[in-house]
């Protein structure tokens, strides 16, 4: 077949209003606009041209042929551009990472309850802050707050819209041009770069660093301890972890500390999980309520990590101190929005039920998944591939490393299966660019040369879209 030269190519270039009036492109129109679609179409041709001038063999290099080609270039490169656009800002995607709370990927799932819930409220109107039994003015934080409580034996709670705001609030309201006592070995780095030193100087407290990175003494606080002091803060490292020759201070002992000397003790749990995780095999991580029951006088933790539901910072401890922070004028500046309380109220109640949260909550149930689980679900997804993409793609099952991510868990490996695919007409690092470019984007990663679908982050629900982006993508370079 002949090659397409460059000024063939360029005067085969359809006018405008021919592009316009295709076929395939009415529906564009019609829904997009013409002018926006107009727009597009002089994009499109504009790099065309810029294409075909500055590469001889650009018409080759895309298989176009001839003037009916170049029409066919056209408006595929319209209607890419055209889906760019409409993927353009928040969407779904389908997690073949095995990164459970994947924070680039937007953490915890919400259980199918909350997200109805969410939906429920968002598109019409709700009692965020209307009591329904005397008919006033009612306070948004009441659901979420009587439901903390329950599950935490807290006196009071406050949500915030993240764990960040959660601690900035406390300090803020608490400890004002007063000392905050942390060790060395706790001030952490949170994702996004921010850091506990920054978050303490910050909210207009003076941080007072004391131990080392690895060891920190009960005599470290004490001898800190000055007539300025206001809070003794312990965080607990959800995110890394410091092993070998260690030594921290007990939240119990840092508690009477504290009474003695009549300070406030505040831990910041992080993820804050709200069962014993070391029931699922998992190493034991604190909970809130075994925290509150040590005597922490407020907790703060994550909504969207190791609890499974909706991002959110929530302060859980003594009543006292929480209606101060409560009349913090910042308070307002970072509450939560009716979404965020539909979703985390459903979540909590769901905790209610003992048996209920490794069944109903996404992040749980994958976290809890056995290794028979994980081979099935592999075997069945290989399976689905393998019929539909035939020798177009070699498929196989390997073990893998799944993590727990989200800033929890450090260094905990969960054993787990994923089906690695090699593409024979495509090169992968193209595949997994393509698969990420689908209308519904798949994310997975390259690992000895294959493209992994770790099968413990993908709902058995979202095989056969997996199956037609492969078939898809496997039939364009065919």
Same mark, same amino acid.
Do not use: W
């Given at each position: ?32 606009? &013409? ?6 179409? *002089? ?12 590469? @001889? ?19 595929? &490169? ?18 073949? $990472? ?56 807290? @006196? ?38 921010? &850091? ?44 890394? *972890?410091?092993?070998?020759? $260690? ?26 999980? %709200?069962?014993?995780?070391? %029931? ?12 509150? &029951? ?23 401890? /003594? ?73 177009? %793609? ?37 595949? /997994? ?46």
């Amino acid at each position: 077949m002949n090659q397409l030269k460059s000024k063939e190519a360029l005067r085969a270039i359809p006018p405008i209003n021919t592009i316009l009036e295709s076929e395939i492109l009415a529906d564009c129109a019609q829904e997009h606009g &013409r002018e926006a679609l107009l727009r597009t179409v *002089k994009l499109v041709l504009e790099d065309y041209k810029k294409s075909v001038i500055e590469d @001889e063999d650009f018409c080759l290099k895309q298989g176009i042929f001839s003037e009916e080609g170049v029409l066919d270039y056209i408006i595929g &490169r319209i209607l890419d551009e055209i889906g760019k656009d409409e993927r353009r800002g928040l969407g779904r995607v389908i997690n073949a $990472t095995g990164i459970v709370l994947h924070t680039n990927l937007g953490r915890a799932p919400l259980p199918q309850k909350a997200a109805k819930a969410v939906v429920e409220v968002a598109t019409g109107y709700s009692n965020l802050e209307y009591d329904l039994e005397t008919g006033k003015r009612g306070d948004r934080h009441t659901y979420a707050e009587s439901l903390i409580k329950e599950l935490t034996g807290a @006196e009071s709670a406050l949500v915030v819209n993240n764990n960040a705001a959660a601690i900035f609030l406390c300090i803020n309201t608490l400890a004002p041009e007063r000392e905050v006592i942390v060790s060395r070995g706790q001030q952490v780095e949170i994702g996004g770069s921010f &850091r506990i030193p920054d978050l303490i100087s910050g909210s207009g407290a003076k941080m007072v660093e004391i131990g080392t990175t690895n060891k920190t003494h009960l005599k470290d606080y004490e001898k800190a301890i000055s007539p300025d002091t206001r809070i003794l803060l312990k965080v607990h490292t959800s995110n890394y *972890k410091v092993t070998g020759f $260690t030594e921290s201070v007990a939240l119990e002992t840092l508690v009477g500390l504290g009474q003695k000397r009549g300070l406030i003790v505040a831990l910041d749990l992080g993820s804050g999980s %709200l069962i014993d995780l070391s %029931l699922m095999g998992l190493p034991y991580e604190p909970t809130v309520q075994d925290s509150i &029951r040590k005597g922490a006088d407020l907790v703060t933790f994550s909504g969207d990590k190791l609890l499974g539901g909706p991002q959110a910072g929530i302060i859980a401890g /003594r009543k006292a101190l929480i209606d101060l922070i409560k009349a913090n004028p910042l308070t307002r500046m970072v509450r939560p929005c009716k979404m965020t309380f539909s979703a985390l109220t459903e979540v909590l109640k769901i905790y209610l039920n003992e048996t209920a949260p490794m069944a109903q909550i996404p992040v749980l149930k994958m976290m809890a998944m056995t290794a028979e689980e994980l081979s099935d679900k592999a075997e069945q997804l290989a399976r689905l591939i393998e019929t539909s993409c035939g020798s177009r %793609l070699k498929v196989d099952i390997v073990p893998e490393l799944d993590e727990v991510g989200g800033g929890s868990l450090p260094g905990v490996m969960l054993p787990g299966k994923a089906v690695a695919l090699m593409p024979q007409s495509i090169g992968v690092s193209e595949f /997994r660019e393509k698969l990420r470019k689908c209308s519904t984007p798949i994310v997975g990663r390259i690992h000895q040369g294959v493209f992994l679908l770790n099968v413990r982050t993908i709902d058995e629900t979202d095989y056969p879209v997996i199956v037609s982006a492969l078939c898809d993508i496997l039939g364009e370079v065919r």
